[in-house]
């Protein structure tokens, strides 16, 4: 629905966003993401509890490409078109993020769009929906998070209506662009316009906990450590 | 409640039966039988996503042997009988389904149970409900599907009503001598008057997805692989 | 709100209390001690099914140490006094018990709690709520039992107000100085008044299921079993 | 399930009865009844809040006759049996009240046997669960109380399993011989071995309110009306 | 998504259907309309509970206009587009049917809504969904049955994303030119297929109610009257 | 928990708020203030679908007095200190909005606290959880919206814990001294910040409303009244 020219202007990951990628995932983690985005006033950018990994060591960051399924109940005439678009438009550095309504109906998303995605360079998927083929998945090491498992396919059960546009995914507004950003406690998505501040704030509020947890690890009172290094 | 000569006027599981478990368990999966269910028009065989493995790697075909338990509040007289009839008279390829109108305050599975039904010769059990003795039933690798864990007895909190009668598990109609099939996707039911019909188009799509996988896998795009295997 | 001096009269387990727990843990199980205060009429002593452990080894005995959350929709002056208390005066022996009125908006529970927690004695946490740092936890080895996970942080979203004060969590109630059992079929609270009959009657229990299980190993009709032992 | 003999030793409502009825009726109302069994301890005697009257001036108070239900997927051979058995032994000064295991599918109570259980001398009927034929029930004025409205019949969607046992209505247990007494707050069932107490204390309480009202309705401060009447 | 050509053939309400339509207002009533369906085998034509009218007195019969409305989060580029076409080309003697995936954020029927269709022809609408103005339709006296109310613009909220296709209305499927019939005890709809057959047999139901009525009122017993007329 | 100083910093209404309580109240509807305020970029201020009127023509308006409770499971000592700080101390134009984080637990409203809240100036009261002596209330005719009926006391069931500070109630932030207005259409809350700019908006789209539904009426097109006024 929304106009196909403004949907498709995005761009490939740069060697900067490989580099941000890279930083994120290897020195910071969704909690303090979050409580960084918190101070910032941005206090909605988590994912519900119920979107899980599929594989515990499942973890990725990238720029988000949102699709939009809901259910329906009839097959309609050409029901791929819109979504082998949104796949195979797919650009290095991205991340999937599908909103399905909530939908237990419908699993939109398997090894098919799994092994699709990941040949245009995506970084891994986030389904608040229903998953299907996931031993498949698993064996192709590509992070899926998701709301459930369920072996039926979207065929008369679900359709894409439109995607690279703002979406609620599991209670979190995501919009095309952010940064996701999935670890074992959830998922987190950063808007562009906070991105900057949100690392700095996330680099200094690390180097505090690891303060904080070396007392608390040696026997120290959480009083004592709490005055000292004012996190909790 | 139902005719106790009409209940069980079933059969234990013949060479035939056995090798079409072999052929089920090794070549096909829930999802490519669910496919071809919504082929022949029975699109609502696969149980709700909240049915779950106890272990990661449990998994059983076998022909439905139905228990059908309601909630109680409080212990009739000889609240036994007929679930050991029920579980006794258990035939050599079965699976047990039960059905607790989903509640969440009976367990009426356990480890004795899934010894008893063992020795009977079950090949799994699908509990639209909760279970306990988790870990034991693990170390007997009998498979069980279940909705939860607690470590509550049935006693005063449930009762078995009737078995091999048809019943709704998780969503979905199970009627006794159905094909019950159990993986890592979920659990999937095969009315018996389709199940030639299923297996066959089973193994086609098979074929296809497998000439997919293989391009996707070497870079291809989802518009040309669609076009050529017609699946998605 | 309770009164302070009430609510800290409490001790450090003794000796005899570290043998009850090495007792319970080596030779009970959730399931028994269900059955045994179910014997004795309280049949509502067992955590909800959404109650699960962090890691699939997690155990534990210990006193109830209950604190009690609540959603909030500000940040009021000196968030954390009461917490850091009710932190800082755990003594050896207990577990923590946390009610949060079912918030899923809230984890009021992670890495620097349990740290903290640990070092002052406890045993392991029960959260009705919502856990982060999971992977940090785990690593610690500190057992906690949650309703789920999700990367946020408390203030502004939640606050402690009291502890040491019966609670419901998880739909059961549960009292400052109850017996807290958890494995991996769940969550029992065992009231203080009760617990020396509770765990008499457990260990007989166990016996008898011992002989049952032997012999449905062996293949005997349930029928049979159930006439020499009496339990199913 | 139960004994027969057991379930129909009951007698029909004695003039006492009636009496007691009237001066209910009359001078009370649940909200003081559910105050007087808190304060015996009875703590969970009043309907959950989803059961609502068909009319607004529905009202009535009896002794229970409690009807079991579950869902069933299957129309069993005469499926009417007990049903009718249980419906034309009620007594006069019996309410009916029916569990459904919080049905949604099932509607088992509609305007036959409304007619039929008021020609035995019923004063009235809850339903945890649907009904059907409203506008007909109203115009017959015997006052129902339910859980919503839908048009269709129990005949393959659920069947009576038991009657005069005790049940779970709405989250509250009611057995046979209960005073059940239902007005435009809800329901409210008394055990018949508190029932003389409750009635005193509520009679009490009653007077208490009245002084607080008036001097409420004057102007006064809740402070003074609280501290010289002791009721909020 | 579906083709506007198939989706726009179909015609006014003839002479002959506002002979059926005033046959079904006077003489049967819902209840009557889902036994008759049930005696053909289709057993979920009745839409759940928590749809009810506006106003008591609100019923009406006609053919199925079908609406299918999703949840959005942005406000897409001329957002009302289809909403109109599908208002304005209403034909007399249809009634809107109206699917939101049961939103609980999108009121997407109100006043203006109701005044247009109404000036179309349209004889009621349902809503599996919020709307609002509601004392402004009550006072059109146009017949609206729904789920909620809640005083929300669809504007960024929903969007319409076809007309005229099957649907899910609050769980029973809904088709274009179904015969959609609601009264007080809720909505049912009638595949055209089966028309005529049902129409029959709810009459002949409705003469054997109305002997069983007759016998209840005057203090027959349930059993005699079962007997007689096979109707409960 | 707040500091007692900062909440009770609010003045009785002025003659301009009671002239402007009578200007919304006679000219504006919540409809109308809703699409204002998300013409703002205010577009979560409605409160959710099952807060509902006590009686049909219920509606009201005031500036916002917050009471939050949550669900206790013991007595406290002194269990009514704050809440009858909060009642007395209510100011002439105020309106009473209550949480209770849901509960459906607890009834903390009911005749006596509508008595007293009038006496002081109270012009109605919105509670997020259950109320009792409804009849009483609506005898009164002071308004009430809520969740639902249940004729249980606070006392061991709920507390307050603190009043005049942000709370969430039924799905919207409410803080101290918004505007809160209420009718059939539900209830709406408006930051004091924008208020002025809501209040003219609305003025403003109510004339337009006005034309558009006079077209609607006489038969025009949706299409070319939409046109004509840019309002649906």
């Known amino acids: 629905m929304s106009d196909q020219t403004d949907r498709?202007?995005?761009?490939?990951?740069?060697?900067?966003?490989l580099e941000l990628f890279r930083q994120v995932e290897e020195c910071l983690y969704t909690a303090v993401i979050s409580d960084s985005l918190d101070e910032?006033?941005?206090?909605?950018?988590?994912l519900r509890e119920f979107i899980r990994p599929l594989s515990p060591d499942d973890r990725f960051v990238g720029w988000a490409?949102?699709?939009s399924y809901v259910d329906i109940y009839h097959i309609p005439p050409n029901?791929?078109?819109?979504?082998?678009?949104?796949?195979?438009?797919?650009?290095?550095?991205?991340?999937?993020v599908v909103s399905t309504a909530g939908s237990l109906q419908n699993a939109p998303w398997g090894e098919?769009?799994?092994?699709a995605a990941r040949a245009r360079g995506a970084r891994g998927a986030v389904i608040?929906?229903?998953?299907?083929?996931?031993?498949?998945?698993?064996?192709?090491?590509?992070?899926?998070?998701?709301?459930?498992?369920?072996?039926?396919?979207?065929?008369?059960r679900g359709t894409i209506i439109?995607?690279?546009?703002?979406?609620?995914?599991?209670?979190?507004?995501?919009?095309p662009g952010d940064?996701?950003?999935?670890?074992?406690?959830?998922?987190?998505?950063v808007p562009a316009e906070v991105l900057p501040n949100v690392i700095q704030l996330a680099m200094e509020k690390v180097e505090k906990e690891n303060g904080s947890r070396a007392e608390l690890l040696q026997g120290a009172y959480l009083k004592d450590v709490f005055a000292k290094y004012g996190v909790l």
């Open 65 to 67: 490409r949102t699709f």
């Open 162 to 175: 439109d995607y690279n546009v703002p979406i609620e995914c599991a209670g979190a507004r995501v919009s």
């Open 8 to 17: 498709l202007v995005r761009n490939p990951a740069t060697a900067a966003d």
């Open 112 to 115: 098919l769009l799994s092994t």
């Open 79 to 96: 029901p791929y078109a819109m979504e082998i678009d949104a796949i195979d438009s797919i650009l290095p550095g991205e991340v999937v």
């Open 40 to 46: 910032l006033g941005y206090r909605n950018q988590a």
């Open 179 to 189: 940064l996701v950003f999935a670890d074992y406690d959830g998922v987190i998505t």
């Open 128 to 156: 608040d929906g229903l998953v299907r083929d996931v031993r498949k998945i698993q064996e192709l090491e590509f992070p899926v998070f998701a709301r459930g498992i369920k072996p039926v396919d979207s065929k008369g």
